[in-house]
């Protein structure tokens, strides 16, 4: 089955720099990546999702990058503010075969934002 | 919209009792998937249903774990004889339709203790 690498597991930025978090997959079938913010104690929700189709979206701060060769995928925050803190979630979907969206969620990163 | 329910949103059981996990999913969504949470690592796949019907069920333990999504009523993942291994968060997600591309909404969770 598929298998969703995350990193890092933790990670500390200033207010105003970038925030990159990066995912690599296994099964070279997977065709839909989205990402999920889960604050504290909170249920996860959508922040953004790349099909693999498409190398690049961007949605205001974040953007999402897809390398299908490399099979790795990455989360990219910018002008980062203390409200981005939260576990960051990354997903993999393989549908080959089925035509459901049973997610692989990697580890997932813990993001501080200092003020 | 209320979005997805899940209750209850605590339950603490002793070791060999019955947890009664419920989910209502969003107005106008049959398919169903629920995820288990561990303390302090990502979300697992458990089992996928629609209407009356379990579709996958890869992720879920043989023993012990069972869950249905009736015609009428919530979606119910019961786990018999719960042992300390079990405490998690337990959340469930609902799309309109099963295919790979629709986002999942999740619920709130509901994080069950064992004693």
């Known amino acids: 089955g598929e298998n969703v690498e995350q990193h890092p597991s933790t990670l500390s930025v200033q207010e105003g720099d970038s925030a990159v978090i990066k995912c690599t997959y296994s099964d070279s079938a997977s065709n839909y990546f989205p990402w999920y913010k889960q604050e504290l104690g909170k249920r996860p929700q959508l922040i953004i999702d790349i099909r693999s189709n498409v190398g690049e979206k961007k949605d205001q701060r974040i953007a999402v990058t897809l390398n299908k060769t490399a099979k790795h995928f990455s989360l990219h925050i910018t002008e980062t503010q203390p409200e981005d803190s939260a576990v960051y979630f990354c997903?993999?979907?393989?549908?080959?075969?089925?035509?459901?969206?049973?997610?692989?969620f990697g580890q997932g990163t813990i993001l501080t934002v200092h003020p | 919209n209320a979005g997805v329910m899940q209750n209850p949103r605590h339950l603490v059981r002793r070791r060999g009792q019955e947890a009664r996990l419920r989910c209502s999913p969003m107005k106008g969504h049959s398919h169903v998937y629920w995820y288990r949470q561990l303390p302090e690592e990502g979300l697992k796949f458990m089992v996928y249903?629609?209407?009356?019907?379990?579709?996958?069920e890869s992720g879920m333990p043989k023993e012990r774990f069972s869950a249905e999504f009736p015609k009428e009523g919530p979606s119910i993942l019961r786990i018999q004889q719960v042992v300390r291994g079990d405490s998690a968060a337990y959340f469930c997600?609902?799309?309109?339709?099963?295919?790979?591309?629709?986002?999942?909404?999740f619920g709130p969770g509901t994080r069950l203790t064992v004693l």
């Open positions: 997903a993999a979907v393989n549908a080959g075969g089925t035509s459901y969206g049973k997610l692989t």
């Open positions: 249903l629609q209407k009356e019907n379990i579709i996958d």
């Open positions: 997600a609902s799309s309109p339709t099963g295919g790979w591309y629709n986002e999942q909404f």
